[in-house]
């Protein structure tokens, strides 16, 4: 059944539990990798002594070493490029990038190499490689830090884009990901790091990548969210409990590949769409999801796929951020625009 | 390297005039405008950090201890050259023209503030690190198409160093000899990793030799010398000679940002003991003591003045009218096509997409 | 009537013709630009004495300068960004990268200089300037050369993308893009550069951007397509007409933004959909026309909406790119699903 | 700069043995190695060249007159280091283990043929340039972490120095002292673009001076000496002592790639004419015949061994298995998504989407 998804499975047999937000679930993860296997190491800048701008790896290089908690120089291209020939090479780098809007100038690195080694040697070579990043707006940062670029990415073969939504996801995810044989970027909803905390197990456990989960169920309508937009997309759904409008909340988690299955089998249930994203419209993952339900559920469809999004202009500035990201009103809106067709 | 790139300087620490050459360019009348500058800057700052704490800004990025690179670099410039500045250089845009108020607009996250002046050409800040320097390359190579004696300069840190566009945009500026002055201001720290650990080269001065182009290492808290090399820099860039790489060496005294915790990484209890021995500002006020040019009246009107002055700009700053969410979508492009205006009626009647 | 598109009328008023192809007609587009504005002037690797390694530029050096036409060093983010210098000081730089696929190095430029410094300042400071690149595969050109990327592109607030299909859209549409205040990415079809030539005048005219074309008129299915793609959609459709399916095909011209009017129009017209792109199939262009369908004639759709695309895989070596890239045979069965659903 | 960076040289072009200092290791043991892996990668590199014209490969990139360069390089390597070429190094790949028939396929736009070798940590050509070096930074300091003594290093060109990714591989492998060595092949173009014009230095070697590393410059039509100077860098890598920059001055006879017309930016005739002076191969046989080791018959039987390895390598690309396009699909990842599972199938039965 579909509520026993494997967060659910695997917290059942788990003893030790820490109530953590994202931040330090994902600073768990990493410490759990760093302790059970020497070819994982870290590099970024401001990682070390610093812990990360946002803490992520807090005392790790006290614990593990500067060979294992890289302080790199200030030079995107190079450490994504220099962690292509360590994981060349059996190691297992975790490169963060601060923002993911600073990851721009590492494009080309990932989008000829870290994508496409292994498919151009044949699986000769392989790139066991995670690229962390902090994403979104809400947090009042300066210009360039608040991008939500994960469809950059999504278009971009041999990479898989993950993006969690709660502490728990964010260890299991990040695991899976680094125990992934192939290359994956992990997209940390920066506006939930010290959100909400969930119990997370002290010990190692994944959380399939591929594979979305529901957040809520229920029979009006299906609402795809991840990161960030979860948390809105439940608030709307919530209140329009009292209006009698069931909404059934799926978080994605994992961006490429989508889960297929999940997005088909709800739309076949609910014959309606609601897809929230903070991505600008056009061209994003919102447009990917469209078609597949399209591809997949063409004749289930009730009324039109809505999309509540970022807009097609630049992130603003943090006095106006506020009216750029989805907000519950205009998830809300949507719903009804969704159910009322 | 530090002997083929000796640090230039005008002024030691304990103010006296370590140069006969440059001795008569020392006059009351210049020292007094450089200190004002900088007195002003720093005030200004100090302010900015002020508003940050209260709430009344956003995270700031302080300057502090940088006042001289930026107010002597600054000063060099001509009324129509360009300036591209990075976040932490609003002191020295502040010095070449911006207005007080639209700074601090910018640290409001109003985009109203981000061109910081209406009329001297100065870019925005500019965020990510290093993207700025082939800019400066390209306005200085239309200067030079267009055949005017205008030059650009471009501020970066240390940590600038290590990116890709640092290299290519000097490497272009060099083959076609742009007017143009790199200007970097050498604090030691990239947020938290020290230059030992941003580069292996003991200068950066010495990365010019990259570039067949001349390096120059100047102390950055010698408002005077700063203020030479770069006024050599771009005198030799207007004559048709090239580009010019110089590295002011500075102290950062605060944080990175408002938002960073300093003693995280450095020891912040010997930058507060070294602090007043290498302050560019004190620097200037042992000089006119040593030169018996104190005017402690002058010192005490101008102080006055300054704090009118950036009190009257938070003013406006507070009063200018609430945000546009309209703005976001105004200016994407000179007409917005379809899908933006669709989705500018769709936020401002709040509806559903 | 929509065959009065702007092409024909045009036509009328020219006196001189020639008869070029794609690669002539740039070039050709290039000089009168370059003659008419003296602000005009163009950037790239081995533009001047060589000429352009697909000879856009050949002779134009010699005609206009090397201050006019600059051959920069292999620095693709350094010259897209000098250029971004030139364009805020006046000037009005036409970028060439040799290739697509080596756009990006200069991704950090365009992501967070060229497509925002209007939005950034509110206006008051702006970067008419084009960047013009081949992209696509099917020329036996080496790995990387072969990328159609341009969905990294219209995701991308504050650039224009626009991708002409024969000579004639390739001058008009060129000019301006030169002309326009805003940036705007110039794909150019390597495949289609010396393929068939048009009449093309010899004076200065424009296409405008933002508008698809009618290649095809058609009653049963609608056929979306641009660059190198619109032969093969045609040449489909040609071939069911003896099968007694009337295709529509429509060459969109510019992908950002869509023409949504042609999209609804034509689409509302047939009740039926078919988009051929080369770029990957996940998160490629032909989502957003998906996404656009679905908004504007939900209830018009007889069939789901067909994609013939790339693959989701890097556009293999040049002995199997032709599996890659969608066939006429691979478009004749995507109609075929379409109307036979 | 040439002053100080030197061309350095142990044999000059008339086949005089230049240097007292490593007259001994000049024996004809080791010319004979040098001659053959020359001969060998010449007579690769001219088969090369004839099958794109006979359409039987595509698009080819020869690399004539640097053979020197390439072979002094590849065979300073240890079986263990890894090489990461450019599309014009697979002399260099030949050299230090790549397998012929491999190379043929490459050509042939097989992607059977991208690994070089299934021995030898040698990397697929890199064709975006200078992406590489950052790698052969990371893979360096992947053994440098694991305690071996392997090096590793990177090829590139006159061109390459102008992108982001040299300067940043550099400089990230200077500051981790990262055992690797950064060959530049310096054939004074990239394409059309002439050296002059794609940077304003006099050389590439001072380009070191920006990472506080070794640069060295050698004559790279000079087998002797490039290898030297590759082995020397390669020990200081292995004691710990960090990257070295290595600029091997050569000159490419012929034309970018088969698809370059180079008459169009440079006088072909005069390198015709200088050809022989220059070329690295007659430059061995000179010494040969200076210092009585001439040995006609060993030549012939070489050059007949090396046809015979050649035309079987091209046999063996030639009755190589027809092209399967299921390989694209099936090593995106190691297991293909429902995405790439789908679309495989809709091409297999050549169906619609
Ligand atoms: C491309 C990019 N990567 C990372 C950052 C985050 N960041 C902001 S400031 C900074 C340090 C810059 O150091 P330096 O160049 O020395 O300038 P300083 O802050 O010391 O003035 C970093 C890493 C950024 N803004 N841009
Ligand atoms: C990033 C990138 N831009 C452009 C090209 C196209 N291109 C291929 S080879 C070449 C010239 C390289 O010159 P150089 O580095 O001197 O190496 P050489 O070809 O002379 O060996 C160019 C511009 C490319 N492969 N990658
Ligand atoms: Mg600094
Ligand atoms: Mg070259």
Not at chain 2, 31 to 41: E, P, S
Request: glycine letters at 8%.
């Amino acid at each position: 059944m579909v509520m026993t998804d494997n967060r659910i499975t695997v917290q059942k047999k788990t003893t030790k539990q820490n109530k953590y937000n994202v931040i330090q679930a994902i600073k768990d993860g990493l410490k759990t990798m760093l302790a059970e296997d020497e070819n994982v190491l870290l590099l970024g800048e401001d990682i070390g002594v610093n812990g990360g701008v946002f803490r992520a790896t807090e005392g790790l290089q006290k614990e593990f070493g500067e060979k294992r908690v890289i302080d790199t120089p200030l030079s995107e291209a190079g450490f994504v490029g220099t962690a292509v020939g360590m994981a060349l090479n059996g190691l297992r780098p975790v490169v963060e990038i601060q923002f993911l809007g600073f990851i721009y100038p590492a494009y080309e690195q990932i989008a000829t190499h870290v994508s496409r080694m292994r498919s151009r040697t044949l699986g000769f070579y392989s790139l066991p490689m995670v690229i962390r990043a902090p994403y979104g707006a809400g947090v009042g940062a300066p210009e360039i830090h608040s991008d939500s670029a994960e469809a950059l990415f999504t278009h971009m073969p041999g990479i898989k884009v993950v993006c969690p939504s709660n502490a728990y996801d964010a260890k299991g995810l990040l695991i899976a990901s680094i125990e992934d044989p192939d290359p994956v970027l992990f997209l940390e909803p920066m506006r939930l790091y010290r959100g909400t905390r969930k119990e997370v197990p002290s010990e190692k456990y994944t959380v399939e990548i591929g594979k979305g989960t529901y957040v809520k169920e229920g029979k009006d309508v299906s609402v795809f969210a991840w990161g960030a937009m979860v948390p809105v997309a439940e608030k709307a759904a919530q209140a329009l409990e009292a209006e009698g409008i069931s909404s059934e909340v799926i978080d994605l988690r994992t961006l490429y590949p989508l889960d297929k299955d999940i997005i088909a089998e709800s739309v076949q249930k609910t014959g309606r769409a609601v897809i929230v994203h903070e991505a600008h419209e056009t061209g994003g993952v919102g447009s990917e999801i469209t078609s597949i339900i399209n591809d997949t559920s063409f004749l289930y469809l009730k009324s039109p796929i809505k999309r509540v999004t970022g807009f097609d202009v630049p992130v603003p500035l943090f006095s106006i951020e506020h009216d750029y990201v989805p907000t519950p009103e205009r998830v809300k809106a949507a719903i009804k625009n969704s159910v009322e067709f | 390297m530090k002997d083929k790139f000796p640090l230039m300087q005008l002024i030691d620490q304990a103010g006296n005039i370590v140069s006969e050459e440059y001795k008569s360019d020392i006059t009351e009348e210049n020292i007094k405008k450089f200190y004002y500058h900088m007195l002003r800057l720093r005030t200004y700052d100090r302010r900015g950090r002020a508003l940050q704490r209260q709430g009344r800004i956003g995270t700031y990025v302080p300057f502090e201890g940088q006042e001289g690179a930026q107010v002597g670099s600054a000063l060099a410039l001509d009324e129509k050259d360009w300036m591209f500045p990075t976040y932490r250089d609003h002191g020295a845009a502040l010095a070449f023209g911006a207005e007080l108020h639209r700074l601090f607009l910018y640290w409001s996250g109003r985009v109203e503030g981000a061109v910081p002046s209406l009329t001297k050409r100065i870019l925005p800040a500019s965020v990510p690190i290093a993207t700025h320097l082939p800019h400066a390359t390209g306005a200085a190579m239309a200067d030079m198409y267009k055949g005017t004696k205008n030059a650009s300069i471009a501020y970066f840190g240390d940590g600038a160093t290590s990116e890709g566009d640092f290299h290519e945009g000097i490497n272009i500026a060099s083959v076609f000899k742009a007017p143009v002055v790199f200007f970097n201001q050498n604090n030691g720290y990239a947020i938290s990793v020290p230059i030992e650990k941003q580069m292996n080269s003991e200068t950066i001065a010495q990365k010019a030799v990259s570039y067949g182009i001349p390096g120059v290492r100047v102390d950055g808290m010698d408002v005077f010398a700063v203020h030479l090399a770069v006024k050599e820099a771009l005198d030799r860039a207007r004559r048709g000679d090239g580009p010019t790489l110089i590295e002011a060496v500075v102290i950062r005294f605060g944080a990175h940002t408002t938002a960073d915790d300093p003693t995280k990484y450095r020891d912040q209890e010997k930058i507060e003991q070294i602090r007043d021995e290498v302050d560019p500002i004190l620097r200037l006020e042992r000089v006119m003591k040593n030169n018996g040019m104190w005017d402690g009246a002058w010192i005490n009107q101008t102080r006055k003045e300054i704090e009118t002055e950036v009190n009257e700009a938070v003013e406006q700053m507070e009063d200018f009218d609430k945000p546009n969410p309209a703005d976001m979508f105004d200016y994407v492009f000179e007409k917005a096509p379809w899908t933006i205006q669709k989705q500018k009626e769709t936020l401002l009647r709040r509806s559903g997409s």
